[in-house]
């Protein structure tokens, strides 16, 4: 089945520690992004990817790194996680560039920093 | 000022009603998406048009560059369309993506 899949799906953490959000897609997709979603803001783009070795920031890059090693996997790492990062986290993916073809969402990380 | 807007916030309609949500947009796009996400959270994509109309069931989206403005209508809605529906756009020199704010949609029996 064709998906995107990220983990974890709840993640509880302290200001400070590292973390890492995989995120990975079976469709041979060129183009892979994050986003984070808050009340009253919506959606927000952090990073994207339009393949291998090429990422650009977004809108709020800002506390947030990513790394595209291979195809398939586009990890969201957090060095010094800070409870403004608490959030809900989609990752995405589309062939091409992702400008002509649709986005394929993830099912989300609800991140809770304290 | 939000570089897209999306009116209205909510609406709430009878089942078999016709909806209209509007989305507005500031920036200069290459692309434009429907996206529509239910209360437990997933995501999924409507459309992506540049251009035009485009059909797919019961949903219609609409897009006029020139205007800066995309719709998006459900025709004889129905309880289980009952979620938020969110507009976003490519911007053209920079590719990213913006978004609107969404609108809650809930449709009664």
């Known amino acids: 089945e064709a998906q995107v899949t990220q983990n974890p799906r709840y993640l509880i953490t302290v200001t400070g520690k590292k973390l890492t959000v995989t995120c990975s897609q079976n469709?041979?997709?060129?183009?892979m992004s994050w986003y984070r979603q808050d009340p009253g803001l919506g959606l927000r783009q952090i990073y994207y990817s339009m393949n291998v070795e090429v990422t650009d920031k977004g809108d709020v890059p800002e506390g947030y790194k990513v790394s595209r090693k291979e195809k398939r996997n586009f990890p969201l790492i957090l060095e010094s996680p800070s409870p403004n990062q608490t959030s809900l986290y989609f990752c995405?993916?589309?062939?091409?560039?992702?400008?002509?073809?649709?986005?394929?969402f993830g099912n989300g990380t609800r991140l809770t920093v304290t | 000022k939000n570089e897209v807007e999306q009116s209205p916030q909510n609406l709430t309609a009878q089942e078999g009603e016709f909806i209209t949500i509007n989305c507005s947009y500031s920036v200069g796009i290459s692309a434009l998406h429907w996206l529509q996400q239910h209360p437990g959270g997933g995501i999924v994509s409507l459309f992506m048009l540049s251009s035009g109309k485009k059909k797919h069931g019961r949903l219609i989206a609409t897009i006029n560059i020139q205007e800066k403005h995309s719709s998006l209508h459900i025709t004889a809605s129905h309880p289980r369309d009952s979620a938020v529906y969110i507009c976003a756009v490519r911007e053209y020199n920079t590719d990213k993506l913006i978004f609107g704010t969404g609108t809650r949609l809930q449709v009664f029996p």
């Open positions: 995405a993916s589309s062939s091409g560039d992702g400008v002509w073809a649709p986005l394929h």
């Open positions: 469709m041979n997709h060129e183009y």
